[in-house]
């Protein structure tokens, strides 16, 4: 459907807001812990804040818990019975602030959940999401959206998307899709119509630093540069990167059994571990961290747009912001795009 | 600086080191490790306030260490956590040379390990006050509400495992939580996954941290983890007589004597 431009005034966010609990919908927006902002689910609209750049951690959450129950047993005299999860009890969701980094971000995710085998459990849970995008008028170091096809404004993935016009003003309001419409239509008299708007002009300028065609072709050839080893020196290993980014969908599965019942969860994993990819035999195909941090950049700029025809990097810059080792992956995309090798 | 760029560049035109690992400008005004390994470019080398990051870590990597003799840029916790991994067998003269940095930001020269040994032991480790008000805060709790203060704020731990990487004493090429047969540690980050993780950590820690904060300072979440360390800390001093890493080092886990209190045995 072509978008519906509507206008709604600053303080009507939080009557929208009341409007959506009145509807039963959960709520879960940005909120500040230990100092970092994370999606919450909120209960009253001042637990949601505004002033951010970018949340700690991605929304992938909300259709790719970290753990999952997929599946729970219990054996008894009569046999075994195995309960899966129940479409009915997945809530259904409203997720707001999300940056349009982050909505575009849900797309690469499905992209993967719905490669060869269709993952209905994420997909029953995406079903159940409404998300309410709202536009950057602020970036930072580490911000490179327009670098892999993104930008302040994009639109994409989400149902509505709200772009306030200046400083304290009121917000303009795309409205999408059908769920978009049918949030609308829970406070339709807050959705005023809207003159002519130049989005443009409100949204923050995020400068293009590489192209990301550009870099997909360099990595056809640079499977044996030395500079993975240059770039991973300072990697320490861990999956703080994997698991706030929006794409990442790497998961081990778990049994837990507890006598005579027990279940099965989905946990996230990262190709950052040694352990990832360690064989049974003690043989390990990425042995070192450099095989490791080049198995992540290929991932995302050569075999994801390979195989599923999107990139998986949305230039969110999370994974930089919650680097320890400050690995800045825009600064090593660069360095791929300008090497000479 | 200056003294520490030209020292850089002295030891690696006389082919003295082959890597001088230090701090250079990360993204926005944060710093970083670097891995110098040219004379020519030494001159990214920095040292100020900013540089908290323990590069201890990197001694024990893989990557790093097959370079061959190291030099690193080194303040007071990098230096203990060298001399804690000195007594574990995993650094020694031959492959490591600290380019000390005193509390007072001036480049000490150190001989060999067993003067940087001598350097440390000046100085007690000391937990800073507001780190010891939250503990007094947590042990005064009782144990209902200490319990419940754990659970919400290990709950929001995904498990990346950044406090291990960055931890220079979490050198083991495999955990205890990536073996499997049998496993120790729930994967999933559940309230019994992420309790068990975070203490099993800690204990691992006892006798071995030296209170430098990288555990926290990596944690994307913020989450208060290092409290758990320095109260590991308070119990060494108390119930051991202290702690100090040495090279030639009685192990506090690892030492049984037949005088030992066991007072702590409920």
Redesign the interface.
Known sequence: MNSDRRLIRKDSLEKLFKALKQNNKTIIGPAL????I?YKISNNYSEITSDYIQT??SSKEIAFP??EKILAYSKNAEGMSVKGIDIKDIPEIVLWGVRPCDAIGIGELSAIFNWDYKDEIFNNRLSKVTVLGFSCSKA???CFCTSVGGNPGNTEGSDILFTQLGENGDYLAEILTEKGSLIVSMAEALFERAGKVEKEKFLVDVPVRFNHEDVRNKLTTFFESGEW?QQ???C?????C???CPTCACF?I?D?AHGKSGSR?R??D?CG???FTLHTSGHNPRE???QRWRQRIMHKFSYMPDRLSVFGCTGCGRC???C???M?IL?HLISIQEATV | MDDLRKRAKELLEASAVKVVIGYENGTENKTRAIFVEKPEDTGKLIFDSRCIMNLASYLTKHEVKNKGKMAVTATLPVMRAIIQLASEFQVNDSNLLVLGITPESKLIEFKDLAEVESFVHKYQIEIDVRNKEMLDKIDKMPASERWNFWIKELAPCFKCYACRAACPMCYCHRCTVDFNQPQWIPVPSHELGNLEWHIMRAVHLAGRCVDCDACYNACPLAIPLNLLTKRMLIDAKEHFGGYQPAIKAEHLMSTYKPDDKENFIL
């Open positions: 812990q230990n100092g970092k994370s700690t951690q970290r753990t930072d170091e580490y080893v991973s020196l300072k320490l290993g861990c999956g703080a994997a698991y706030v081990d778990q837990e969860v946990c996230w990262s571990f040694s352990l070192v961290q450099s930089s912001r919650a320890p080792a400050d800045n600064e």
